[in-house]
Nanobody
Framework: QVQVVESGGGLVQAGGSLRLSCTASGLTFANYAMGWFRQAPGKEREGVSCISWHGGNSYYADSVKGRFTISRDNAKNTLYLQMNSLKPEDTAMYYC???????????????????WGQGTQVTVSS
């Protein structure tokens, strides 16, 4: 049984930083691309970033480029999202998901991800 668990969310002031973590078990973590998504109230879930199985390829939504950094530690079955220069519009529930394949694409399409965590809330105050 695959389990995906996010952590690291919280309340931060605009301009601040947070680091999200995600652990995945029940699968060979290193074999799959991983992704971060977010969903704000009243909005659709959107792709934030994704990373290939070896970490050599990564993609970002235009809204977070230059501020967020995705990384992974395959030895620890853990995915990270370093979020800097946070803005109030980054407020959302953030979800981690496992890819259906070893690579992901720049479209960061939720249809390319199969197992999802329950999410961790990020709130950025102005």
């Amino acid at each position: 049984q695959v389990q995906v668990v996010e952590s690291g969310g919280g309340l931060v002031q605009a301009g601040g930083s947070l680091r999200l973590s995600c652990t995945a078990s029940g699968l060979t973590f290193a074999n799959y691309a991983m992704g971060w998504f977010r969903q704000a109230p009243g909005k659709e879930r959107e792709g934030v970033s994704c990373i290939s199985w070896h970490g050599g390829n990564s993609y970002y939504a235009d809204s977070v480029k230059g501020r967020f950094t995705i990384s992974r530690d395959n030895a620890k079955n853990t995915l990270y999202l370093q979020m800097n220069s946070l803005k109030p519009e980054d407020t959302a529930m953030y979800y981690c998901a496992t890819g259906v394949d070893d690579y992901c694409s720049g479209s960061i399409d939720r249809d390319d991800f199969v197992y999802w965590g329950q999410g961790t809330q990020v709130t950025v105050s102005s």
